[in-house]
């Protein structure tokens, strides 16, 4: 009869080989776990616990919601712009009462543009910077305009279109 509890004496102890991909592998699925639970229902608190997100006010608004007030018309100077990262739009005013909008993705790298100065639309990674009135870049390294977003305003509100 073997008894269990103490080991032959002469057993080898085998030790399996952990690799960087297997220790990978097994976090990676639990994250896909996590992600897949994060998913799950229960109610969205980022609307006030309103799951229909039909909730009221500017910080309901997600990036692209249509209608959705971004900024007032007083926070955009003239001949320069501000960025309401928020939104993930940058908006100018090129001349007194024109307001135009884009993306704040630099379209190098894909960078938040994070400042408008001295009439240009500054993206911080890599230099390059962009025209007020059209999103064109006026200094590389981006070679593509900044992607135009469609706003109004209404009343002293700039809103998505």
Do not use: W, Y
Request: hydrophobic share 30%; net charge negative; with cysteine.
């Amino acid at each position: 009869m073997c008894d269990c509890r103490k080991p032959p004496a002469e057993s080898v102890s085998v030790v399996p080989e952990v690799t960087r991909r297997s220790v990978f592998g097994v976090a990676g699925g639990g994250a896909v776990v996590g992600v897949v639970t994060a998913c799950g229902g229960g109610e969205d608190t980022a609307n006030g616990g309103d799951p229909t997100g039909s909730g009221n006010g500017a910080d309901d608004a997600a990036p692209g919601d249509v209608d959705a007030p971004i900024a007032s018309t007083d926070e955009v100077p003239v001949g320069e712009g501000a960025v309401f990262s928020e939104h993930e739009v940058v908006v100018t005013q090129p001349e007194e009462g024109t307001f135009r909008a884009f993306s704040t993705r630099c379209t190098h790298e894909g960078c938040p543009v994070d400042q408008v100065s001295d009439g240009q639309i500054q993206c911080p990674c890599h230099g390059s910077r962009f025209s007020i009135e059209d999103g064109s870049p006026v200094e590389g390294p981006a070679e593509s305009p900044l992607e135009e977003i469609r706003i109004r305003v209404d009343g002293d509100s700039i809103v998505l279109a």
